[in-house]
Every structure is written in C-alpha cells, then in structure tokens.
C-alpha cells in the first residue's frame, strides 16, 4: 500500500539558516510527490510537485524538493528560512486507482522558527 | 493559479442539527473535488471524492449517510453534514484538481471549521 512518511514531527530552525524536511514515500511506480504548507486554520497550499524529469524541483516561496528514486525520499530545502516559514508542511505522493487519482498525505512537520 | 473558496469559514451549530458547507472553484472547472478533514495537529483525512453529475466515493469507514456530498455543477460541491454532533466537530477542507496542471494537481480551499455544541 501506499504511504508517505515525514520522520520529523516539528522541527526548530533559526531565522537565516538552512533548512531540510525528510519526506520518505512507498510507491509501487514512478510516484507524483507534492509538498504542500498549511499556516494555522488555513487551507494547504501547494509549493511544488514532482512528476518527471529534472529531479530537482523549484516551487515557490525559495523552496525546492529533491526526487532520489533509491532513497524513496522527497526531501524539502531551503537555503535560508524567514520568519514567515513557520508553518505546517505535509508531503503527499499521487496514487492512481480505476477511474480516478488520490493523494495521500504524510503526518505533517511542523516548522518552527527562532529569532 | 487555480482558486478555491469555501464557505462558511466557520460555523458553530447545537447538536442534531446539519449544516452544509459549499466549496468553489472560481477560474476554473472541476470535474473533481475531493473532502477532507482535518484534526488538530493531524493530518489530512481523505473524506470522499466528488465527481460532477455522479455519485461520490467514500472512503472506508466514512457514513455517506451523514456526509452528504453533492456536485452538481463543474464549479459547486457541497458537504452536508447531518445530524451532527460533538465528535463531528472538525476542519473540512476541500481541493479541486486541475487535469492540465499535471497528474491531477489539486488546489485547496481555506477550509472550514465545524464547531457541535
């Protein structure tokens, strides 16, 4: 079955420094991975997908994902981390059925971030 | 890109009564839209998926009786939650997918918040 598994549950980063969250996903074929980043009572907004191709991938907001195929993992980066990055970040992985597409999402990560 | 809208955004109701909460896409179509909740600091938990002019499909151990879903239109799909009571309190969030934005890419709404006294 498919799953996806974020292994931080929060993660506390200084504003200015570099930041990396762990995304790890179960997939019996090439996987559709997303990150998306929910801020409180909000709802999610997506940063940026994976479908194909260039396995790094740019998203908004200065993020950018890796795709690494023998690690299963979609790790989210970014160089340095302002202020307004605190926030909930859900990976999710595409799961194509009969007659339709589904989106699993992980547990969240939630972000924190110091002065 | 593509916007969605919920409404209400937050809504407080006694026990027993049913509540509907209407999701939009605004620039777009969406053949399908998707329900979610969402408990405190929890993930997303898929509800149901929408199919315009069809029935939904509900996820194991989701009671379509008391989760009504109706899209009736490319733009419109609403949650009727009935009967409702404390444990249904919760954060709805819908999602809409766009097709020709790439393997079903799906853009979400602000999100409701069910309060059951």
């Known amino acids: 079955a498919q799953s996806v598994t974020q292994p931080d549950i929060h993660i506390t980063v200084s504003e200015g420094a570099s930041l990396e969250l762990r995304c790890n996903y179960s997939y019996g074929a090439t996987p559709y991975l997303f990150w998306y980043v929910q801020s409180p009572g909000q709802g999610l907004q997506l940063l940026l997908k994976?479908?194909?191709?260039?396995?790094l991938v740019q998203g908004i907001k200065g993020f950018e994902a890796e795709f690494k195929r023998s690690q299963s993992s979609f790790n989210l980066r970014k160089p340095s981390v302002h202020w307004s990055d605190a926030a909930e970040y859900f990976c999710?992985?595409?799961?194509?059925?009969?007659?339709?597409?589904?989106?699993?999402f992980g547990a969240g990560t939630r972000l924190f971030v110091k002065a | 890109g593509a916007v969605v809208s919920q409404h209400p955004s937050r809504v407080i109701c006694k026990s027993g009564t049913s509540v509907k909460i209407e999701c939009r896409s605004l620039?777009?179509?969406?053949?399908?839209m998707f329900w979610y909740r969402q408990f405190p600091k929890q993930s997303l938990m898929l509800m149901a998926t929408?199919?315009?002019?069809?029935?939904?499909?509900?996820e194991q151990g989701v009671e379509k009786d008391k989760f009504l879903i109706n899209h009736a239109s490319l733009t419109l799909s609403t949650l009727t939650v009935t009967s409702a009571h404390p444990e249904d309190s919760s954060f709805y969030i819908c999602?809409?997918?766009?097709?020709?934005?790439?393997?079903?890419?799906?853009?979400f709404g602000p999100g409701t918040r069910l309060t059951v006294l």
């Open positions: 999710a992985v595409g799961s194509g059925y009969t007659g339709g597409f589904k989106t699993i």
């Open positions: 994976y479908f194909s191709g260039d396995t």
């Open positions: 929408s199919n315009e002019g069809s029935k939904a499909t509900y």
């Open positions: 999602s809409a997918s766009v097709p020709q934005d790439g393997a079903d890419t799906q853009y």
């Open positions: 620039d777009f179509q969406a053949t399908t």
